[in-house]
Structures are given as C-alpha cells and as structure tokens.
C-alpha cells in the first residue's frame, strides 16, 4: 500500500510521550500523553498509567489541561502532579487507587515545581511571593486595575516567554499538609529560591539561590544543604555558574548535582558533580567525557519533555543524559569511575526513569522516523520493549524520509557533521531543490530526532540538508566554544562547506534551486549568509538578530550575550556592527521572507523591522510577516493554528522562488 505525504496539518496526529515516572513498587509507571487540540487552540497534556507486565494502558485524566511532573510518594498510594485546570500551574493530588484529583494550592502565581516528603504527609514546594506576602495570606481580588507606569530599576527586568518581571514578587519554598492544607513557609527574603531536593529521611533539603546584591552582573545560582529543622545551611557550590538538578543517593550519603562554572560563559559543557556530605568535598565525575550532560536538542514535536538531571541506583550508580554527536544517550556512571553508554547510537532519549534496583529503565526515545514512544529496557542486556504505539499508525500511514549522516571537512580541516534528506517519493535520475536548515542557539544541536518541519519540506519535494556547524554542541568543549567572537565566520563556512560537499556528492541536487533558513541563531546565519553569496534563491529568516548594536539594549539577555558571543559590547560599536547582517544589506539579491513572533523578547521584533525597512527602501524583494501573541518559542510551543500558519508562509515562500 502506497503511503500518503506528511502536511503541515499532520501537526495535530502527533502524540508526544513524555516524563516517564516509575512507582515505587518497579511494575507500574505513569507518563504523560500531549496533543494539540485545535478546537482549544492549546495542546492538551494527560496523565496516562501503564502496567510494566502486562503493558495494559489506562488513562488517569481527561481534562483540558497541561499536567507535568507526576510524582509518586513514598508508599505509591497517592501521585502529585501540577495541571494548569484553573490556569495557573497549582499542586494536586490523587489517589493510585482511583478517584478524582484533588487540588491542594491556589496560589496566586501557581507553583513551580515541588518534591514529596518521604513521610508522605507533606509535600515541599517553590512558589512566587509577592514582598511582605506569605503562604497563607488571601490572594488579592482580581480587579480590574487602572494601568500603572512600570519604573524600570534593574538591567534584568524582562524575559521571553513571560514579559515584563513583576517587580515586587520573590520565589520562596515552603510545604503543605496534604490532608489539612496547612502550609509551612521556609524561606524569608527578597530572594529566588528554588527547591532542589528533599533527604531520603526527611532532614535535609537542598536549595539553589543567588543572594548577590546586583544580580544584573552575576551569573551564578549556588546549591546549599539545608538542615529541616534548625535551617542550618552548608555551601554545596558556589563558584560562577548555574547549578542543580540535585538529587541525594539513597543512602542520603552523597549528592549528586549538575552545572558548570562558566570557563567559556554560556558555551560551557555541563558535567555531573557529586558531593559527600560528611566530608564536603565534591568532585566532577564527567570530566572524562567531552561533551555536556542533558539534553541540548534542537526540534518541534515532543511536548514537555523534562527528563531528571540525575537518577540514583541502589548500588550508588548514577544515570543521566549526555549530548554526543547528534544523540542524547543515557550514561551510567559508578562512584569509583566506571562510565558508559547505557543506550545506542542514532536516537534521542528525551526522558527515562531508572529502577532503584538498576536493572531496567523506562526511556522515552525519538529518532528521525519515529516520533516516540514509551520502552522498558534491561540495562544489563540493552533489550527493549515498547510500551506505547500512539504514532504507530500515523507512521505506518505516511511516508517518512531516513536522513544520511554526513561528516565532512569544514573550516580550519575541522571534521563537520550532518545529515541529507531526499525528497518524499524520490525518484533517481531527476532534479530536485534543496533547503539548507540551520539552527538557533548556538549552543544546540541537530539530532537523530523526529522533526516536522524538516519531514514536511521533504515531503513538498525539497532535499534538506542540516549540519552541526562549530558552535553546536555534542562535539567537544573546543567546539561548541569556537564561535563566539568569531559569528559568520568560521561557522559561515562550516555551513557553506558542508552544501558544497553533499553538491559534489548528490548530481540529484539542482544547484540553480536553493533555499536557505533558520531561526534566532539561524535567522543570524541566514540573514549573513544572503548578504555574503547569492548562490541561494530564496531564504525564510526567524526570530533573527539583523543588528548587534540595538540588539544589546532591546533582547532580555542582550547585555551579555553580546558580549558572551559577539566578545564586543558598547564601547566597541564598529566590532558589533562588523558582526551585524543588517550592514550587508545592500549585497542582499536573495528573495527574503522574515518572519517574527511580536512578543519575543529574546530577539525582538525591531530586529525584522529595521531589516524590512531597510530591504525595502533598497527596492530589495522581501515579505514580512508578524505573529501576535507569539514569543520566541513559536516554531515549538506556540498557539497551533500560529505553527500551521509558519509552515505555509515557509513551505509558499520556497515554493514561489524555488
């Protein structure tokens, strides 16, 4: 039977599986299932149950709601979870045995995230405050308020996906009774608590805060152990950097977090840090492997995937994620020094939970034609089982294209890797287009992964062709370092040598029909890129930076990012506008469509604008398209009928020129 092509509306039949979460008895799990609901608008995200053995499936909820982080307490009677039911993201419980969830917070600002006590009776949490406010206060009346001016203090006052800060609100942790509702506030402080990790007994938890009085010039979240009861604190890390994801081994011996402390700024591999906390020393067991622990991966279909930073085995084994070459395996690792690979080569593992016993894993896998599911795997023999089949009939019906990993010589005789796609329904002996993808960043990758997108333009005829250039992760700290200060440069010819590669190896490939695109990073690249050749005949630029120089005063993080990347700031406008596509523009013969959210705070919308205008005034051909309530995330989160719309401006504009 012939298969059908995958559409831009082939959106809505994706199931995203994600946040595997095993019971404390090793033969249950829950997870949660995400579909777009286009009658909503929104993406529905429920909690579904799976028995190990029999693999019988069952739905837990069924609401119009996003669920994320289920958690099992102790004894496994009772699963808390948070769900977005009244908007905001508020705490709830429910029995394993059955029965109707039961909310247990109505905070104002919802809350963040939350860790069982191992009692049962409690559970810890981080929420916001607003300054002077508790827990227990009544949440203000909404009313509606007469607009007020927002005086601007700090450098840090606004971020992507959430807008303006709020100025007089904190983040602080305390814990509720499950039964009576009561609730314990723990911090004081006009500081940013996040919870981190509660002891096996119950004694100890840990926190991450930064208490620096200018935070605007401190780049740093330290970890502190915290005794529960008389709030004695003992310095974990504190060093420059970002650190947690903690999680105490289970003996509550050791504690286990990850991080880096900044060497190369954001470019920096994350490694996985364990402390004894008798002693107080800590050391990095990754040092030996050059390429970051987590997950760095560039793609648009699975939802919600918040995979743990690290999970303990009984035998004081450790088990976490680590970008490689354009997959995420899941590592073990052993106190004395063992490390290895607990999964193979050419997939994505964008969740998993290990048994205490460490004899088998829950994983949530993706790879470029399978869009994934739930297996159970042995980690002694690798040997898998699925546990779920929601994309299976969806990809037994469509016909999906097997990439061909490339690797070739790119700038400086550096090895470059990436990946070909042939058209959908490819036949030999003819010609086809070619649409180069570049990704955002830089410090992310490509993967072995199920992407729409680049499933879809091969499906309307196009070869895609998508390559890690210097600056991605998974290749080594030299790499993913090379290039910041060096923006369109070697990464421009890492990009350019890699279409010349496949070019000389594909005679498929018309070399008089070629497309170009990317977004934030990759809406740099693409904007420098037709500014320096007019080999391609057409290019999609999103979320793009166009100008170094205003970027520094508009983006959230611009400040520092350029200086972080560009290696420029203020003080040396002619290195930032040497670096900014917008001065090439006269060069541009390329037909260029730009395309931005209007809420991205990120790369702000000015950034399309002046390239517009300016293409414009130049008699240029260019088109402009604005997405309202759209953030930087539009490709991946954003509202769906948005994401349908992106693909047909994307899919038209090639299309038109090529």
């Not at 406010?133 to 959430?162: A, I, L, N, Q, S």
């Not at 994350?270 to 760095?296: F, H, K, N, Q």
């Not at 030299?478 to 990009?495: H, L, S």
Request: with cysteine; glycine share 8%.
């Amino acid at each position: 039977m012939s298969k059908r092509k995958l559409t831009i509306d082939d959106l809505n039949q994706l199931v995203s599986v994600t946040q595997p979460t095993l019971a404390p008895n090793q033969k249950e799990a829950v997870f949660v299932h995400t579909k777009i609901d286009d009658k909503e608008n929104t993406y529905q995200a429920n909690l579904w149950h799976v028995e190990l053995d029999s693999k019988e499936l069952t739905q837990w909820t069924h609401g119009k709601e996003k669920i994320s982080t289920p958690t099992y307490s102790n004894d496994g009677s009772k699963l808390a979870f948070l769900s977005t039911r009244d908007d905001k993201n508020q705490l709830y419980i429910l029995s394993t045995k059955g029965g109707e969830a039961r909310k247990l917070t109505s905070f104002e600002k919802g809350v963040s995230n939350f860790v069982w006590s191992p009692c049962g009776k409690k559970i810890w949490f981080s929420a916001s405050l607003k300054e002077g406010k508790c827990f227990t206060d009544e949440p203000d009346k909404e009313e509606k308020k007469k607009p007020e001016p927002y005086v601007v203090g700090k450098m840090k006052y606004k971020m992507d996906g959430v807008g303006l800060l709020p100025q007089d609100s904190y983040k602080h942790i305390g814990s509720i009774d499950i039964e009576t509702g009561e609730v314990t506030q723990f911090t004081e402080g006009n500081h940013f608590y996040s919870l981190q990790a509660v002891s096996h007994d119950g004694t100890k938890l840990v926190f991450s805060v930064n208490r620096s009085d200018n935070q605007d010039f401190e780049f740093r979240q330290s970890l502190y152990l915290v005794d529960v009861d008389s709030k004695e604190e003992t310095v974990v890390i504190e060093e420059e950097g970002y650190f947690g994801g903690a999680a105490f081994s289970l003996d509550d011996k050791k504690l286990a977090f990850v991080g880096s402390e900044a060497a190369y700024k954001n470019a920096t591999h994350t490694e996985l840090y364990v402390y004894d906390i008798d002693s107080g020393t800590r050391e990095i067991l990754t040092e030996g492997i050059d390429a970051p622990v987590g997950d760095y991966v560039v793609a648009d279909t699975q939802q919600g995937a918040n995979a743990p930073s690290v999970v303990w085995t009984k035998d004081n084994h450790l088990y976490f994620q680590v970008s490689t070459m354009g997959d995420v395996r899941l590592y073990a690792a052993s106190l004395e020094g063992e490390m290895y690979p607990a999964t193979g080569e050419d997939e994505y593992i964008y969740g998993y939970d290990v048994a205490k016993s460490g004899e088998f894993a829950l994983l949530t896998l993706s790879n470029p034609t399978h869009i994934g599911e739930l297996y159970i795997q042995t980690i002694a023999t690798g040997e898998r089982q699925a546990l779920t089949s929601f994309n299976e009939t969806f990809e037994n019906e469509v016909e999906l294209v097997s990439p061909e990993a490339i690797v070739y010589e790119g700038a400086e005789g550096w090895d470059v890797h990436g990946w070909l796609m042939k058209p959908a329904g490819y036949v030999q002996g003819e010609k086809y287009p070619l649409i180069v993808e570049i990704h955002g960043g830089p410090h992310a990758m490509y993967a072995n992964t199920f992407f729409h997108e680049l499933q879809l333009l091969a499906a309307q005829g196009y070869g895609v062709l998508y390559v890690n250039p210097r600056g991605s992760h998974g290749y080594s700290q030299q790499f993913v370092d090379a290039v910041r200060g060096n923006y369109g440069g070697g990464d421009y010819e890492d990009i350019m040598k890699g279409l010349d590669s496949v070019l000389a190896e594909n005679d498929w490939i018309d070399e008089s029909r070629l497309g170009v695109t990317g977004g934030s990073y990759g809406g740099f690249m693409t904007n420098w890129i037709v500014g320096h050749t007019n080999r391609f005949k057409a290019a999609v630029t999103q979320r793009s930076i166009s100008n170094w120089v205003s970027f520094f005063g508009v983006s959230d993080i611009g400040y520092y990012f350029n200086d972080w990347q560009i290696g420029a700031d203020m003080t040396d406008v002619e290195k930032l506008w040497d670096h900014s596509p917008l001065k090439y523009a006269k060069n541009i013969e390329t037909p260029l469509l730009i395309l931005h959210s209007e809420k991205d705070f990120r790369c702000p919308i000015e950034q399309a604008e002046q390239l517009y205008i300016t293409l414009k005034q130049m008699k240029k051909e260019t088109g402009f398209v604005r997405f309202p309530d759209a953030d930087h995330n539009l490709s991946r989160t954003g509202y769906p009928n948005l994401r349908y719309a992106r693909l047909e401006q994307i899919t038209g504009w090639f299309d038109k020129y090529l």
